[in-house]
């Protein structure tokens, strides 16, 4: 079983900056692809950047340029630096384990991000 703690959620202001951060339990996060997903209410879930065990990331068009995943595998961690905050990026964001071709799939709690105008 493995478990994601996300932190470093709050409120900032438009322009702002936030760092998040994912810690992992087990073995796997090494050969997983990690990911954060976000949540504004009333929306569905949606991609806002990946990673892969080899580092190769992927980013959601509204947040490229602005944002930076990354992931230190000696602390089973994975990061999303957001710079250039915008109300619209107000919403839960969550942290995401695949592995294994995607038969496992795990889900963080969740961490509130909130940008005032």
């Known amino acids: 079983q493995v478990q994601l703690v996300e932190s470093g959620g709050g409120l900032v202001q438009a322009g702002g900056s936030l760092r998040l951060s994912c810690a992992a339990s087990g073995s796997i996060f090494r050969i997983s692809v990690m990911g954060w997903y976000r949540q504004a209410p009333g929306k569905q879930r949606e991609m806002v950047a990946t990673i892969d065990s080899g580092g190769s990331t992927n980013y959601a068009d509204s947040v490229r340029g602005r944002f930076t995943i990354s992931r230190d595998n000696a602390k089973n961690t994975v990061y999303l630096q957001t710079n250039g905050l915008k109300p619209e990026d107000t919403a839960v964001y969550y942290c995401?384990?695949?592995?294994?071709?995607?038969?496992?799939?795990?889900w963080g709690q969740g961490t509130q991000v909130t940008v005032s105008s």
């Open positions: 995401n384990l695949r592995a294994r071709a995607g038969m496992l799939n795990y």
